[in-house]
């Protein structure tokens, strides 16, 4: 009962007792001026126009703030009155698990949401490197890849890099409802609006829903929102971190968190540097990449899954380059494996988990080293076999590649077994034992 009047109380205060009016003073494309609002206005503030079109300042200047609205600036006239609403903050609630949330904490799902006691700033300052904890120990993930060759430790930071159609999607959702977690956060970051039904109830499920929270903005919203979801998201996954808990958060994806940023910034009056895009969006891609991981002494963890696109498996494109160098290891999806039907289309000798060898015991180190010796001699005489080039006995390694190969490819799309990671290292193990 205490905690239904604090939450009333929290959205009581939350009501502004007086509001600060501007007026339009010039309309351009996507962006209007400002003035009146003095002092009082901050860069980054929310603002409404006309009651009825939100925005936020971009850039303040002697003559007023410039302001890039979320929708069409049609109908918008000089004089048209400005509401200064604030500082762009996120108060989440443990009441939100289970539920669907726009980037502004909003209800999508038709239910009431309750706003929590504590406002976070959307773009807060990563937990000092000096104190935070070192990564934590292996997690269950109910995928036998990840159990064993590309373990994932509790605090981990991954990518997961694909192009569209190889069933990206899918593996977050396995990962949502098999990664051992208090709670998981889920960004769709400017997704098909028809999709997002789709993946709460077919992709997800009754159980991956019932332990997450989904803050979504589709591909028809604004730049700002867009950008905004996954700023939105890992404050909610602070919220969580702060109180002890482990989240799992996923973020589908960071190229589309990428290219919001870059329509944001130029319209503020950036330039186009790095493969088009503006030189702010590394810091903006760094940032949010560090406030996840290990909180310090008395909070929880992040283990954060970042997925990106990569046209045609490019892993030097700009955005897949720039997130690669923060993560803690980085899973490739190729195309060429799913369309032979092994689905997760994990490409293993191009993948990484900075984790190892940490993460493991001797044992199963030298199992990972095998199997991965076995891919490789696979990979380097694929093509002199199905070409009927190869001659058996002129290579040990490539004959046992031959021989283990299909049973270690199959392995690759297998479900954990109960047992977990003791069982998928003992399926692994009795593979490899093959003569």
Known sequence: MGHIFDTLCAEISAVAVSNLLGRVAEVSRGTVLVSGLGKAVRQGDRVLIGNRLAGEVLNLTASGALVLTEGPPEGLSIGTVVELL???????????IGRILDPYGRPMDGKPLFRGLKARALRAEAPPAAARRRMGGRLSSSIAVFDTLLPLVRGQRIGLFAGSGVGKSSLLAKFARGVEADVVVIALIGERGR??????????????????VLVTATSDQSALARRRCALA?????????????????????????????????????????????PPSVQQAIMSLAERAGPGPEGEGDITAVFSVLVAGSDMEETIADILRGVLDGHVVLDRKIAE??????????????????????????????????????????EMMIQAGLYAKGSDPMVDRAIKIWPALDAFLAKSAPETGVEGSFAQLSALLLQR
């Open 233 to 277: 998201a890992m404050t909610v996954a602070e919220h969580f971190r702060a109180q002890g808990l482990h989240v799992l958060l996923l973020a589908d994806s960071i190229t589309r968190f990428a290219e919001a940023h870059r329509e944001v910034a130029l319209a503020s009056g950036e330039t186009a540097a790095l493969g088009g895009y």
């Open 340 to 381: 032979r039907g092994r689905y997760p289309a994990i490409d293993l000798l191009r993948s990484v988990s900075r984790s190892l060898p940490e993460a493991a015991t001797a044992v199963e180190n030298d199992l990972i080293a095998e199997a991965r010796q076995i891919l490789g001699a696979w990979d380097r005489a």
């Open 195 to 212: 999709e997002l039904r789709e993946f709460v109830e077919r992709v997800l499920g009754p159980e991956g829903m019932a332990r997450s």
């Open 86 to 96: 604030g500082a762009t903050t996120l108060a989440p609630d443990n009441s939100w």
